[in-house]
């Protein structure tokens, strides 16, 4: 079963990369956009230890990962860096607030796993994903 879900999502993947892509550019120095980039794949490892936490009943964790490394907390990481290296002024100001309502969402999500209601915890869940998706539905960076 899972070997026919990867296939068919190869395919489509396949074919959605053969449209184009009416996404939104977000043009920025190569610098921000690569610091974006890799910010972006920690945040993908990040959710994915906080949905393990979760399955495991490990909220008070999930929250810790949640606020850390996603939540408000984890804004201006790259502050001290150049500007040509820092992502967000280079964002368009609607990329940059759904950045930022994500940030609250994890916060909020923290909040709600550090309480240790585990129906409210999973309830919560999609909050973390919810800013990044809309976000890379819209936008797209420079190759």
Do not use: W
Not at 39 to 58: D, P
Not at 110 to 135: N, Q, Y
Request: net charge positive; proline share 6%.
């Amino acid at each position: 079963m899972k070997t026919v879900l990867f296939c068919l999502l190869t395919v489509l993947a396949g074919s959605l990369q053969a449209a184009e892509d009416a996404r939104t550019l977000a043009p920025m120095p190569a610098a921000a956009a690569a610091n974006l980039r890799t910010e972006m794949r920690a945040s993908l490892l990040a959710l994915n230890e906080i949905l393990g936490l979760v399955a495991a009943g490990a909220l008070r964790q999930a929250a810790e990962i949640a606020e850390r490394e996603l939540g408000v907390s984890a804004m201006g990481k790259h502050r001290s860096q150049p500007f040509d290296a820092r992502p967000g002024p280079h964002m368009p100001p609607a990329m940059h607030a759904i950045g930022i309502d994500g940030h609250k969402a994890a916060s909020e999500f923290a909040r709600i796993a550090a309480s240790g209601d585990r129906e409210k915890t999973i309830a919560a869940l999609p909050t973390l994903t919810s800013a990044c998706v809309g976000c890379h539905y819209s936008y797209r960076l420079p190759q």
